[in-house]
């Protein structure tokens, strides 16, 4: 078993073909709180992808999960993130739109992904596409403003990572975005607030 990397939250493992995902305790938490949290978020995650399984969105097909370990079993997407990718090519139109159209899918689907960044996206080895992965701040929201808010981490995502390639890219992000999500011209509008209210805040 060999570690991939390790977060905030949980260390990934790679076992062959498998990735095991464990939440890890935190000293700074009372243990009852700790457990809780962590219980929560592993079967709210594991929820997440079998929804997405049953959707066949490009996202790792969950194996198993046990929230006695607090670990979720998934298969491994073998790849490069596109961030890489972006930072050594030229191809942000394309994929930019292809980011757009598959939030699209999952706002439609009430899922927000809620960390929505190209570290966080795999350029498929084997069919060229987007996978997206890490879904362990994912959540059900039928709500406009959770799915604006989710667009507004997307928009500081580029802009913070691929500035040499915005604003075209979340604008490509957005056209795409319109083209699976009937909901979309709300969510944009309310996504012009969120942005008004972060400006706001820097201002203070």
Avoid: C, W
């Avoid at 995902?21 to 079998?50: I, N, P």
């Amino acid at each position: 078993m060999i570690k991939l990397s390790q977060g905030a939250e949980a260390i990934l493992y790679k076992d062959n073909a498998a990735v095991i995902k464990e939440r890890f305790s935190k000293a700074y938490r009372l243990q009852h709180l700790d457990d809780s949290l962590r219980k929560f978020r592993t079967r709210r995650e594991a929820k997440v992808l079998t929804k997405l399984g049953e959707m066949d969105f490009p996202a790792p097909k969950m194996q198993s999960f046990s929230d006695k370990r607090m670990s979720i079993v998934m298969d491994f997407v073998p790849g490069e993130t596109l961030k890489h990718v972006l930072k050594h090519g030229d191809e942000f139109h394309t994929f930019a739109k292809e980011i757009g159209q598959k939030v699209g899918i999952l706002h439609k689907e009430n899922i927000v992904h809620g960390d929505l960044t190209t570290s966080n996206m795999i350029v498929n080895k084997k069919n060229h596409q987007l996978t997206f992965i890490d879904f362990g701040l994912s959540s059900f929201s039928e709500k406009i403003e959770d799915k604006a808010v989710d667009l507004f981490l997307l928009d500081r995502a580029l802009e913070g990572t691929h500035f040499e390639f915005y604003p075209e890219i979340f604008e490509d992000a957005l056209k795409g975005y319109e083209e699976t999500n009937p909901e979309s011209k709300d969510i944009i509008n309310r996504l012009e607030e969120v942005k008004k209210r972060g400006r706001n805040k820097k201002r203070d």
